[in-house]
């Protein structure tokens, strides 16, 4: 039987909604316990581990994606970092292509030296507040064809793998390309669970490091996936309005794969923020 009040306090860092999740713990869905897990900004080992015991696919799924980085002879990893940069004064997406790797550790090796500069005696997982970039690693090997096919993606916050897409080459099907499935990296923006907040309450919305972390207000806060609305600054300055549960609160463009419900916290009251004012996070200025 799943643990649901370690499920909670292991997927969310909002003291707030954990305490509020776990009042209402029964009250979640087996659906919505199962998005919890795959959207929650942890280790996609950890999430496993809860998964277990909540839904037998969603586990496979986890495992064999988790399995598929014991790269054999055939096998290599390429990996990217991405961010963004200021141009002209604005704040643009960009991508980095480190080149190949051949494992996993090597990966980590590059990320504790060239993209986070910590000590080999820190842990890099407790430094993923400092800077606003994330890697990508997309897994390649041989097909039947005389070329590579590209079977998983994955997506690292730090040195660690949190998210994944499996991948399916379409000419299998007859088309070109490949799709991909997202339940498990791009979906997970749109988690649909109650929260503790009410309407007028000014909020942090932090995604990190998918988009920099800003005050909201919220103006609506119902039950469906559309009910929470928030008063926010867009990427010019202006106010607009957004819905929360579909992250739509943060600046046109931006890629964001973190739903803001996992670290949402009250703004407080010695906090002289402005709504729609960016919250700051360690040395991220120098990390752009």
């Known amino acids: 039987m799943a643990n649901i009040?370690?499920?909670?306090?292991?997927?969310?860092?909002?003291?707030?909604?954990?305490?509020?999740?776990?009042?209402?713990?029964?009250?979640?869905?087996?659906?919505?316990?199962?998005?919890i897990i795959r959207g929650a900004p942890i280790p996609l080992t950890r999430k496993a581990e809860l998964m277990k015991d909540v839904d037998e696919q969603s586990y496979q799924d986890m495992k064999?994606?988790?399995?598929?980085?014991?790269?054999?002879?055939?096998?290599?990893l390429y990996f990217s970092m991405y961010g963004y940069e200021m141009i002209d004064g604005q704040l643009e997406p960009n991508e980095w292509g480190i080149g190949p790797c051949k494992s996993l550790e090597q990966v980590k090796l590059n990320l504790a030296r060239d993209w986070y500069d910590v000590p080999e005696n820190e842990d890099l997982w407790e430094h993923r507040f400092d800077t606003r970039s994330w890697g990508v690693l997309d897994l390649y090997e041989p097909n039947d064809k005389g070329g590579f096919r590209?079977?998983?993606?994955?997506?690292?916050?730090?040195?660690?793998?949190?998210?994944?897409?499996?991948?399916?080459?379409?000419?299998?099907?007859?088309?070109?390309?490949?799709?991909?499935?997202?339940?498990?990296?791009?979906?997970?923006?749109?988690?649909?669970?109650?929260?503790?907040?009410?309407?007028?309450?000014?909020?942090?919305?932090?995604?990190?490091?998918?988009?920099?972390?800003?005050t909201i207000e919220l103006l609506e806060v119902g039950s469906d996936c559309c009910g929470v609305q928030a008063l926010y600054r867009n990427e010019a300055g202006e106010w607009a309005t957004g819905a929360v549960k579909h992250g739509s609160i943060y600046p046109e463009g931006m890629m964001v794969m973190i739903s803001?419900?996992?670290?949402?916290?009250?703004?407080?009251?010695?906090?002289?923020?402005?709504?729609?004012?960016?919250?700051?996070?360690?040395n991220y200025e120098n990390n752009l």
């Not at 499920?7 to 869905?29: D, N, V």
């Not at 419900?261 to 700051?280: A, C, H, K, P």
Request: charged fraction near 25%.
């Open 5 to 35: 009040e370690e499920i909670i306090t292991t997927c969310f860092e909002s003291e707030e909604m954990q305490t509020y999740l776990i009042e209402h713990g029964a009250g979640l869905t087996q659906a919505q316990t199962e998005d």
């Open 64 to 76: 064999a994606a988790l399995d598929a980085l014991n790269l054999d002879d055939s096998q290599f």
């Open 150 to 214: 590209n079977p998983y993606t994955y997506y690292l916050i730090a040195d660690q793998v949190c998210y994944f897409e499996k991948n399916t080459e379409m000419d299998e099907i007859g088309l070109c390309g490949f799709c991909y499935d997202d339940r498990y990296s791009w979906d997970t923006i749109h988690l649909n669970i109650d929260i503790p907040f009410q309407p007028g309450d000014v909020v942090i919305a932090n995604s990190m490091p998918f988009a920099k972390p800003q």
């Open 260 to 282: 803001p419900l996992y670290r949402m916290e009250t703004l407080s009251f010695s906090d002289n923020r402005e709504i729609g004012e960016s919250v700051e996070v360690a």
